[in-house]
């Protein structure tokens, strides 16, 4: 026994010094406080599932997995009532609005999940445990039902393994393993998703191989989609457009040309085949170099509305990005998804859900809300957010997203009058929505903990949070994963909090102050670029966002560059047409101003814009420190990693900073504002730094 | 107690269950055999350091992990000499023929660990590790000493994360992280290469960016060579020829210029201010459209000499890559790289050494040795050899290479008569080379068990072991590492080292039987294609190789299509000369014959192919049995892994086959042996299947 009790003790500190962030927040780890540990004990000694499926077996495994490391002792799982236990059962309760919504009556002596499905009963079981990890209260009653129908992953993952705007390692999927081997990993995702209440995952890029559609990658998606399904996760396909001439040696793509329309009527029929609940199709067509139905002449609704004829008989949907825009150099690319959909709104088949990123130009860290949101009434608009930090610090830069999501959900598109918000709109509540869906784009991979920066795995949980339920705070959302994740140490969980809700404003103080944005480095989307006037198309430089010049700095959207601001309602033309009274952080997105205007904080443009900058890198710094401070309540791997990240976040900070104040003094040939220090290094300095990130 | 035994048992199995490969053969377990515990334990009660220094305390610390895992008691280090302890010391032993070599005395009261270095003493901890954790007697003398200078892995990892020819996820260097988060993983990298003798590594892709020779790179590397040196690792850069053009701003890289001999003089400095122990450049130059000096009418010698003429007053080296060859559809690829160097030989500096290629291809999975090697007096040598399975089957084969290393170490050159192996050229004793270097190509990526295929581990094992010393047999790496990694049980061990030691020439005979070469699909080098006629080069074709016509298969290099037999010495030529009395294993590397021509075996060169491509499915069905017959020995998900990729590697071995057959039949217009089953497929299909993976 002695000897067992070193072993023990070995293993003990080795798993505890060793948190490579791989268990996610998902960390089933003895209770500490001893009175809550028992009595969560003593209320549930046993799980009773009446119902007995693939899912109520996965959901209670889950809570016998869960309570068994909670408690430190192993928890039976039965199929008869008793008392003292926790019972899955089947049913009905007027609170559940939809089917995948759970009833939880808990009390000290037990606790009961309901719901009409056992996806349902899956996400009540995850609730509960939530519950008990983050250390509430055993006696409560809890009813919830999910806002949103398809809360969604887009992974942008390769067929060759790597991920578009992934930091975190290669793709999760290993195709050239699948079928025959089920790395566990897929078992350790599908059970994230699940206990966020993410039920659908596109699996590979938007930028599509139509090598996806093949018997071959099908016997491939097969074995992934029998992995998900008992997690209630369907599985999507990126397609490309082209596929009937690239697979089905067809001579046209044309989605009006019959042998096409047959092509895909018959390739939807053999996806079933392997995946019978397959969740549907993702498309990226005419952006961006992609093929689409306008290499015909047709329309995006043509080519929607033929993948949905396709899909006649099954539940699937087609889900189309309207991520579109051309390369003007006199246009503006805000407006041009919107003008290019508009018309067609009425004209999709009803399984056609289009999908709108958050903002009109592309996941910027700061972005007004997308001007189609609220004015499309008979076409479902889904959320597309980007988790992945494409522009938000990649891996390197902590940046907690949910006060992002949040701030575009609750953006108010006064539509239908005031409280039309985002929100409503995506959860179907404002226009009546059939369908409805909210998109992230993943930002996991191969790396033991996911996502890279560990942080990185909070903006993956609160996306499915707010998938769930658009109206949860950010900070509860924070305090949740906090406490599952890093800490339950209340002092601890506070600061912690704090500093993720510090963080974003923060990031976008030293990159995008006032409304800037679109100036990252070429191609890579890595370090500060905003001198950069050429690229493959206009509409990919820095110049073309922030419009510099002697005379000021800002896109004009009120009529004069674009008049990109009368696409929004009257309400929100009032809100954010004049600089004197509008939310200063979208200030530059609509208005070009003097460098001496004054603004409403008593500095004129230039002084508020330096001053941010700076505030941006003293802020990292902050962070810097509040993070050191809570070494002594975080594991000592994941407090080391954290802290390595933050050095290169204040890093690349001042890189921001040095690189626009000396590119836009060009312009303003102003001074900094007193009290600021000049940058130790000149404007080819940072140039030549951008540089060397180009080469190949 | 009881609930710690309860969480102590759920740790174990959590620990013992979930063995995801991440701690490669350095597996300190509780050794089981009670006995031979418990002798360990008495043996060896403490760990005693007499010389202090970095490197002396790693090998404590690794001695002190070890000793406490196997013993279940924490053994203490202190510095004042003891009974029953490991003494690490400083000091000669006439033995000792190395600066790194080292002794060893144990007994049942202790051992005495005695090196000139401190890296010796580091090596011989592990010795000491590796005799205990395979269950050897404690009572032994041990002498070694590193048969070559340089062991070093060469990472094909590029700037941007990903691995060229990697199938283990992404880069291991987390460049966007670095300097300021050193990952724990560079420490267990560092662990890993010591442990079996790996002295150097290349960090970046022999294609090589030259951003990595900037200050901003500069500094990330120093950061990893400070990980790397306490471990006894020297840290090499690919370099970029063309970078006083790219990064000093001149307008040439001509190695004749004083501009650019300056430069890189300055650059050599520069580095060594970050890295006073540099280990030196490596440089794939006028190679697959590499810059190089032939760019400005120089020679290979003009280069390296350069470059090594900047390395004066310190003691890095240059390493030159031979793998140059020309698109000459007339030509024969074999002889190039021979006939661009032989000339050169005498005229490179004293610090360049040449790095061939074990063959004069491109690392296919059996070739002749080069035939450079012996016939360079004046000029080092080193081997490269292929760790990483670019050709062998990337992670879903099982592929044991350490049997076809040992080949070609083994192959006799006759340069100096009988005797003069490849390996005797490696390790200078040959041609008494004052500096030598065995190079393997690293397999290491991202993933959690480093390599992807679990067995891919025993290739980084094997490479180090023989770069250590080339005269270990295969079976014994295989036996030591089996015994480390996998089983100690000695039934389970006999199976693991068969399976290893068949694993080679199975493979072989399913893709590349009787001496066939580069038949692999174009660029990604997955799955076969051996009717590849047209591609951006003629000698990246398959047809250029195989040379199938009506009249027979091969390619003929005894006069008629190339006189390259001749570039081997007059032995050799014998040997290989006749296919009655030559090895058959090489027969069509050398030889083009008729389909009908009778082979010492008694079958045609068509009977005897497709024996050989039928044998290889069967055999891989054999390998199946044998591993399944292995599940009460081997972890759970250990097993579950092998199994899977297993069957992946039978599907593929049969796509191999098939291929093959279906390909060469519409030449031979020959049938299958008689019992030998016709393919359900068509060439149509495997055409398709392989084309599919071309999709992008």
Chains 1, 2 share one sequence.
Not at 223 to 239: E, M, N, Q, T, W
Not at 419 to 437: A, M
Not at 516 to 533: D, F, K, S, V
Request: with cysteine.
């Amino acid at each position: 026994m002695k000897l067992l009790s070193a072993l023990v003790l070995s293993l003990i500190s080795f798993v505890s010094l060793a948190d490579d962030g791989s268990r996610l927040w998902l960390k089933y780890d003895l209770i500490q406080d001893e009175a809550y540990r028992k009595s969560v004990q003593k209320a549930f000694r046993q799980i009773i599932v009446l119902d007995q499926t693939e899912t109520t077996q996965v959901a209670a495994d889950e809570l016998q997995k869960a309570l068994s490391g909670f408690t430190g002792k192993t928890i039976s799982i039965n199929n008869s009532p008793a008392n003292k236990s926790i019972v899955l059962k089947l049913g009905s309760d007027p609170r559940i609005q939809k089917n995948e919504g759970f009833t939880i009556s808990s009390t000290s002596k037990g606790a009961e999940i309901i719901s009409p499905s056992d996806e349902g009963l899956l996400y009540g079981a995850f609730a509960l445990i939530r519950r008990i990890q983050t250390g509430q209260s055993l006696d409560f009653e809890l009813a919830e039902s999910p806002k949103v129908q398809v809360r969604m992953l887009n992974h942008w993952d390769n067929a060759n393994g790597t991920v578009e705007r992934g930091y975190a390692g290669s793709s999760i999927w290993k195709w050239f393993e699948l079928p025959y081997r089920i790395d566990p990993r897929y078992i350790e995702y599908a059970r994230a998703n699940a206990s966020i209440g993410i039920n659908a995952a596109s699996i590979n890029n938007v930028n599509a191989s139509s090598r996806f559609l093949t018997a071959e990658y099908l016997e491939k998606i097969k074995a992934v989609a029998d992995v998900l399904r008992p997690y209630g996760i369907k599985v999507f396909i990126s397609v490309n457009f082209r596929s009937p001439r690239t697979l089905g040696g067809l001579e046209t793509s044309d989605p009006l040309d019959p042998g096409v329309r047959q092509w895909w009527k018959y390739k939807t029929e053999e996806i079933h085949r392997y995946i019978p609940d397959f969740g549907g199709y993702l498309v990226k067509a005419n952006s961006e170099g992609e093929p689409g139905p306008q290499d015909y002449g047709r329309t995006h609704a043509d080519g929607a509305n033929m993948l949905a004829d396709a899909m006649k008989g099954h539940e699937g949907v087609v889900i189309w990005r309207a991520f579109v825009y051309e390369a003007d150099p006199n246009g503006d690319r805000f407006k041009e998804a919107f003008n290019q959909f508009k018309p067609l709104d009425g004209t999709f088949h009803p399984k056609v859900i289009v999908q709108v990123k958050n903002g009109p130009i592309d996941f910027m860290p700061r972005e007004p809300f997308h001007p189609m949101f609220g004015v499309f009434p008979k076409t479902p608009l889904a959320m597309e957010f980007q988790i992945t930090q494409e522009y938000l610090g990649h891996s390197t830069h902590l940046t907690y997203l949910a006060p992002m999501f949040e701030e575009v959900l609750d953006s108010d598109t006064y539509a239908k009058g005031e409280g039309s918000t985002v929100g409503k709109v995506i959860d179907g509540s404002l226009n009546n929505y059939q369908v409805t869906v909210m998109a992230g784009v993943a930002n996991t991979g191969s790396d033991a903990n996911w996502t890279g920066h560990p942080f990185g795995q909070s903006n993956w949980y609160a996306f499915g949070r707010l998938a769930w339920d658009h109206t949860l705070s950010s900070e509860q959302i924070a305090e949740e994963w906090t406490k599952m994740t890093l800490t339950k140490k209340p002092k601890a969980v506070k600061e912690v909090v704090d500093l993720m809700m510090k963080s974003h404003p923060t990031y976008v103080k030293y990159t995008y102050p006032l409304g800037l944005a679109h100036m990252m480095g070429e191609g890579h989307h890595y370090g500060p670029q905003p001198w950069l006037e050429k690229s493959g198309r206009p509409d990919w430089t820095s110049v073309y966002y922030h419009r510099t010049a002697k005379d000021g700095i800002g896109f004009d959207r009120t009529g004069g560059m674009s008049d990109a601001l009368s696409l929004y309602s009257p309400d929100v033309q009032k809100a954010w047409g004049d600089p004197q009274t509008m939310d200063l952080n979208y200030l530059l997105w609509f208005h070009h101003l003097d460098w001496d205007y004054e603004l409403p904080t008593g500095k004129t443009v230039w002084n508020e814009l330096m001053t941010r900058y700076y505030q941006g890198v003293d802020e990292v710094e902050e962070l810097q420190k509040q993070w050191n401070s809570l070494k002594p309540y975080i594991d000592q791997e994941i407090f080391e990693n954290v802290k390595g990240r933050l050095a290169i976040q204040h890093k690349e900070a001042l890189w921001w900073r040095d690189s626009c104040y000396l590119y836009f003094k060009q312009f303003s040939e102003k001074p900094l504002p007193v009290g600021l220090e000049e940058p130790k290094r000149t404007l080819e300095d940072v140039k030549e730094l951008e540089h060397i990130y180009h080469l190949r």
